[in-house]
């Protein structure tokens, strides 16, 4: 049974009947999927979420299928880990990491969105799917489209980590890399989804592909005993994700399963590419398009279709948007592997820098209970590091211990 009233415009609330399309054709604002929640609270209760396998499908009747989920069944029900010793090191008291770098099947947490996205080309009949991507929606969609026979088009920037581009190409894939930025693949594919019957998961399949992303933010509210956080500091490329995060948690407050509250929304991007958080600094909501130049591949969108209503909801919630080097984010990549023993992506960097600048500036204090979304795995981006050459021993302990203990500790051993 499904839940879903129709399609609305997110400018001017025209309604639109379910269909593969994504802007409105009175105002050119982007749809939005529009649920009737009487009736989904009627049957959505903590305990029957509480039953449920933990994956994302879980919170189903939030979802814009017709019928049962078939692509992406084992999708989210990622950790939300209590990260103490990342708190005490940046000097806060709560810090809780939500780990989308484990997500299944491709490590990142555009295996949500595309699991919603491809379930529902199939009930919308195409027979072939597609994707602009800036490397994660790549890999995803290359995988789930695989796990289920659909041909796809998966278009890239062609300047992207090696093992973004690999962990697509073994899919099988129809893999495209253009010569351009992303802006130009994603104009690139709004051409061909005019002319061609494919579903662009992020284009044509726009609406759809989105409310998979409320999933991480109900996950989030679940793991903390049906309780939204004081502050979620989350990466931005497209703006998609910070936007769906912040409906998801509305939804929940509408359905009575979390207590109305203030979440403040923290925007994290790189300084190499930074048109949402200069847009929050600058007091306005218009975005000036950038020419990306960042280590931070995955959230290099210049051009952010969800600018706009990314940086309402960060003002509106009383939060801001701050954006960090990549020398920072490389740091920031090592602080969260040696204090918690998460390798997290160059986006990953991303939101852990923010928070370190955040909180030295003071808009997130020892009172917060911090959220920080972990979208993307470290093993994806590794030619962002330099780590220290390290040099071989002999097989023998003498070495050894002069190796790890150094001449006098190895000496007081033996
Ligand atoms: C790892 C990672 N985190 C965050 C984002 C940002 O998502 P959005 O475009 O929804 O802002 C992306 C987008 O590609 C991503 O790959
Ligand atoms: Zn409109």
């Known amino acids: 049974m499904s839940f879903v009233k129709g399609l609305k415009c997110r400018e001017c609330g025209a309604p639109y009947p379910v269909a593969p399309v994504a802007i409105c054709e009175e105002c050119f604002g982007p749809l939005e999927v529009d649920y009737d929640y009487d ?31 078939t692509v992406g069944l084992n999708s989210g029900g990622t950790p939300l880990v209590k990260a103490d010793r990342l708190a005490k090191a940046l000097g806060v008291r709560e810090i809780y990491l939500k780990n989308d770098a484990v997500n299944h099947p491709t490590l990142s947490f555009k295996d949500r969105v595309v699991a919603v996205a491809l379930s529902k080309a199939r009930e919308f009949g195409f027979d072939a799917v597609g994707c602009a991507s800036t490397g994660n929606l790549a890999n995803s969609v290359a995988a789930q489209s695989a ?5 796809a088009y998966i278009l890239i920037p062609d ?10 190409q073994i899919f099988g894939t129809n893999l495209i890399p253009v010569k351009g930025n992303y802006d130009d693949v994603n104009r690139l594919c709004s051409e061909i989804a005019g002319r061609h019957n494919i579903g662009f998961v992020n284009v044509n399949l726009r609406p759809f592909y989105g409310e998979g ?20 500091v989350v990466p931005m490329a497209g703006g998609s994700l910070i936007t769906k995060i912040f409906k998801g948690f509305g939804e929940l407050a509408k359905l009575g399963l979390v207590e109305e509250k203030q979440t403040r929304f923290y925007g994290a991007q790189a300084t190499g590419c930074n048109p949402i958080a200069a847009a929050v600094k600058a007091g ?23 600018g706009y209503f990314a940086t309402g909801v960060i003002s509106g919630s009383g939060g801001w948007s701050e954006d960090v080097s990549d020398p920072e984010i490389v740091k920031a990549i090592q602080l969260l592997a040696e204090t918690e023993g998460i390798f997290a992506e160059t ?5 852990v820098a923010t928070t370190k600048k955040l909180i030295e500036q003071g808009r997130l204090t020892a009172d917060d209970t911090i959220v920080i979304a972990i979208t993307g795995n470290g093993l994806k981006t590794t030619e962002a590091l330099t780590l ?3 040099e071989s021993i002999e097989p023998k302990l003498a070495a050894f211990e002069a190796k790890a203990f150094g001449n006098i500790a190895g000496a007081a051993a033996s």
């Open 39 to 69: 009736a989904i609270k009627k049957v959505l209760t903590r305990d029957e979420i509480g039953r449920r396998p933990k994956n994302l499908w879980k919170f189903r009747e939030l979802m814009p299928l017709d019928g049962e989920p």
């Open 147 to 151: 796990s289920v026979g659909f041909p």
């Open 159 to 168: 300047n992207l980590e090696k093992s973004k581009v690999l962990g697509t």
């Open 213 to 232: 992303s409320k999933t991480f933010g109900y996950e989030i509210a679940e793991s903390l005993g049906w309780r939204t956080p004081d502050a979620v």
């Open 284 to 306: 306005t909501r218009d975005i000036r398009p950038v020419k990306p130049n960042t280590i931070a591949k995955s959230l290099a969108i210049g051009n952010p279709a969800d």
């Open 347 to 351: 986006a990953g960097g991303v939101t």
């Open 388 to 390: 220290e050459e390290i």
